[in-house]
């Protein structure tokens, strides 16, 4: 056995605080060590030369790299060592940075002797390594997409164009997101609905998406090229006969606040959600229909001249198979009401930023829904930045959209007062230092200073507000006629629900967690999961936009050779040892496991492709007989005594 | 980590959550007690008790066992599985004299370093103060083989 040790400076990450002489030498003098050497940065170009030139000449059958996480880089070595003609499984890594040299930059020599044992913990291990071979597995071309907001629908459209077999699914009964409800976009000024519309009416006229609207995803079972997705599509009680005629809407009694128009306007109970809805069809308010709650009205079936009201439509479950999913489920706006202090929803005149949007369409195709007044006051980082409703962080589209929105409304009418009163003024993106400083020519003031006080006048309806401009050093006590809120974005009800039917990992604010914050940004931890769009965290509509198709790209990656590669370190049972027990097939979570006989006795047998390689059933197992490869019983005991400075027998 | 006058933990940490929340943890410097080895599995579940006595055995002040929260285990249940075990071998611990606290479970996500840090500091603590575990009767060279 020749055993090869790789020690990495990492640019002084590792070497400022290790000290690698100690530990090379300390390599040298362990058994069976043929090479041991170092470098500034082991995963570059020369790094994985000096691996791969070694193995070759001096024959090396094992392999050591003492550098930062296996997760970061343990993939690059072990393709190293498998092009070097290796098994890519004779490779351990110590993590020497992230749980090493990092927690423990204060104290260097107890850093230093914490290395030595962690290269010593994966010699031991490595001398037990199997050569063990990489398997490839057939997957297929269908993608599962949560959530049709733009995200969604850019991620599904790239997928349908590149030949993939897509399932959109969206809890709403129409695609569009929030993005269907903005007026205009920022830096840009494109209208929201013109730039949206034509990518919406795509979806259905595109032959590979099928999409499924007031639906949800149920369940979600099995694993990257075989996932099992259950989903739940809600009742609209309108068949495919509606033509949106639109008779139905006119006989309808009931009035309701319409959701999409922030409640600038009502709607009936059977309604088409907006005007370029897609499907652009009707659908009944389950919660508000008078027929559905005591079977007093039926108006809209009397009248449909297409028969396409039907009550008797039940909730319906679909089962679909998928090779990967992304999650592109979006955000829900913060609720204003959570800070008291604005006085949202006790005070009529202090909106949010959504209804602005709304408010600022309506003007546009000349059908005011409420007066905007000529006073008008933005307060920012409502919701973010805001330590005391438990948001920490920054929503990073309210201080373009206040810019956008303030001088939509100056150009307007330039008579109008506006003020946005911000913490800090964002404008990091391409295109928005010069936008806002647009917005500053065009008139509009804006006070750095976070609002202390929103008061009503309770005679003249008008809003008093008290901030300290924080650069004039002064107190403004100002009345306005409109306070616009400008509301940050929390995790939508839609990623929570993912989260856990997915079992996805989230982030300190409630967002879904990426595999890596620089290099996977759109990966998770689950293989074949990938996430996109505000669903990770907040952003504006060009990122989202670039990681739904990065997100797209990467499930593209998966599938398009039609083959993935699959770790071989699945459980394994000694047939000789084993007793039958069946304990191994009662705590597998894959049914991965089943017993059978052999040569007149009964053994278990493991389902290699079936068997995911959580080592449950090896630890279960009562006469040592079910091990896992890569990780097997010798090899964790190995582990545990040189971690522990054990001498070797 | 040879001289038995500092405590010697072996953390066992799940490869999904609890190691990458360990990465996590030095991903942001935050500073921890050096006397912890992390050995990691793909899975809780893959940790046997009969391991976890080996690293006692062996010289182990403490062990710690770190997987993913309840309902987000990668491999599904596979953590419900570590929970039970070790509430197990936690009675069994007492009945053979060694305090339970020697052994300690906790759920810590890919995110939670700062868990990561408060936990594994805690641990070295406690078993500062517990000091190195003192078996009756080492093995003879026959019980041994």
Known sequence: ?649 | MKSNTEPKIVAFCCNWCSYAGADAAGTSRLQMKPHFRVIRAMCSSRIDPELILDALKKGAWGVLVAGCHPGDCHYVTGNYRTHRRIALLKNLLQELGIAPQRVRLEWISANEGGKFQKVVNEFIDEMAALGPLELAGQPTAKEAS
């Not at chain 1, 201080?399 to 007062?417: F, G, W």
């Open chain 1, 1 to 649: 056995m020749k055993i090869g040790v790789y020690v990495c400076h990492c640019g002084g990450n590792i070497s400022e605080v290790v000290d690698i002489k100690k530990v090379t030498s300390f390599a040298e003098q362990q058994a069976d060590v043929a090479v041991v050497r170092d470098n500034a940065h082991m995963c570059s170009d020369v790094g994985r030369n000096l691996v791969l030139e070694d193995i070759k000449k001096h024959n090396l059958d094992r392999i050591v790299v003492a550098a930062c996480s296996p997760q970061f880089h343990g993939k690059t070595f072990m393709d190293i060592v498998e092009k070097a003609g290796l098994s890519p499984y004779v490779f351990e890594m110590a993590n020497i940075r992230e749980q090493c040299s990092w927690p423990h930059f204060n104290e260097p020599d107890l850093a230093t002797r914490k290395a030595k044992d962690l290269v010593n913990v994966a010699i031991a291990k490595v001398k037990l390594d199997e050569s063990l071979e990489r398997k490839t597995m057939p997957i297929g071309k269908r993608v599962l997409v949560v959530g049709a907001g733009i995200a969604g629908i850019q991620a599904a459209l790239d997928l349908g164009d590149a030949g993939f077999e897509v399932h959109l699914v969206e809890k709403e009964p129409t695609i569009g997101g929030k993005m269907a409800k903005l007026s205009r976009t920022f830096p840009t000024e494109d209208c929201a609905a013109c730039i949206l519309s034509p990518k919406m009416a795509d979806v259905p006229s595109n032959p590979n998406i099928t999409l499924y609207t007031n639906s949800t995803i149920e369940k979600v079972s099995g694993f990257l090229g075989n996932f099992e997705v259950t989903i739940n599509r809600k009742p609209t009680y309108v068949n495919d006969n509606c033509v949106a005629c639109g008779i139905c809407e006119e006989k309808c009694p009931v009035k309701v606040p319409n959701e999409f128009e922030q409640g600038l306007t009502t709607r009936r109970a059977i309604y088409v959600p907006f005007e370029f809805a897609v499907p652009y069809r009707y659908l009944i308010d389950e919660a508000k229909c008078i027929y559905l709650e005591n079977g007093k009205c039926g108006n809209c079936k009397k009248v449909c001249p297409h028969d396409a009201v039907d009550f008797e439509q039940k909730p319906e479950k679909i089962e679909v198979k998928v090779d990967t999913i992304i999650v592109a489920t979006g955000y829900d706006i913060f609720d204003a009401k959570e800070k008291k202090v604005y006085g949202f929803g006790t005070n009529k005149n202090v909106i949010t930023s959504l209804a602005m949007e709304r408010m600022i369409v309506h003007e546009a195709e000349g059908r005011t829904t409420r007066d905007i007044g000529r006073r008008i006051a933005f307060i920012q980082c409502v919701g973010s930045r805001d330590e005391q409703i438990g948001n920490e962080y920054c929503s990073r589209i309210c201080c373009m959209y206040a810019t956008k929105l303030s001088q939509l409304l100056k150009r307007a009418d330039p008579k109008k007062d506006v003020y946005v009163f911000y913490t800090d003024l964002r404008a990091f993106g391409k295109g928005f230092e010069e936008y806002y400083k647009r917005a500053q020519k065009t008139g509009v003031k804006f006070v750095r200073g976070r609002v202390a006080e929103v008061n009503e006048d309770s005679k003249t309806g008008k809003v008093m507000i008290k901030v300290e401009d924080t650069l004039a050093r002064q107190i403004i006590e100002s009345e306005f006629d409109l306070v616009v809120l400008s509301v940050g974005m929390i995790p939508g009800a839609g990623t929570k629900q993912a989260a856990e039917v997915l079992r996805m990992t989230r982030s300190p604010g409630g967002f879904l967690q990426e595999a890596h914050p620089k290099f996977k940004p759109v990966d998770t931890l689950s293989d074949g999961v990938f996430i996109c769009g505000c669903a990770q965290g907040p952003k504006d509509i060009p990122d989202t936009v670039a990681q739904a198709s990065a997100a797209a790209a990467r499930a593209i990656r998966l599938m398009n050779r039609g083959v993935y590669a699959v770790e071989p370190i699945t459980a394994v049972v000694d047939e000789d040892l084993c007793s039958g027990c069946a304990t191994c097939v009662s705590v597998c979570p894959y049914e991965a496991v089943k017993t059978e006989i052999v040569n007149d006795k009964r053994v278990a047998k493991v389902n290699e492709i079936l068997c995911q390689g959580c080592g449950s059933c090896s630890a279960a197992c009562p006469s040592g007989a079910s091990q896992q490869h890569w990780f097997m019983n010798n090899q964790l005991r190995a582990m545990v005594g040189a971690a522990l400075g054990e001498e070797e027998e």
